[in-house]
């Protein structure tokens, strides 16, 4: 997954990583660039939804950098895990927003 900005589109992802989840695929989220908000919450909003996150957050070796921005910038990999029911959606929005995490 490139760039998903699962904090800004986290109701139209929802139904894809619930379905990496229960097939256990091995899925490879990159972050699309540097700054943004993404580094440190897309694990945070993985594991909440449910995911095995195998490699936690890492900045990625082959990142694409120009002055202080930079693309591809980091990497989180998953694999199964327990999936969640879409009636679980307004906990996790509220378990993640009381970490400071505002998901769309």
Do not use: Y
């Not at 139904?15 to 945070?44: F, M, N």
């Not at 591809?72 to 199964?80: K, P, Q, S, Y």
């Amino acid at each position: 997954m490139f760039a998903p900005w699962l904090h800004c589109h986290f109701e139209e992802w929802w139904p894809t990583i619930q379905k990496l989840i229960v097939e256990k695929i091995p899925t490879a989220v990159v972050g699309g660039s540097w700054p943004d908000k993404s580094k440190e919450q897309d694990q945070k909003i993985l594991t909440e939804c449910g995911a095995n996150v195998i490699t936690k957050t890492i900045d990625c070796p082959f990142r694409m950098s120009m002055g202080e921005i930079s693309k591809c910038n980091h990497v989180i990999v998953f694999a199964g895990g327990h999936g969640k029911a879409d009636d679980m959606k307004t906990r996790i929005r509220i378990n993640l927003a009381a970490a400071d995490i505002m998901v769309r």
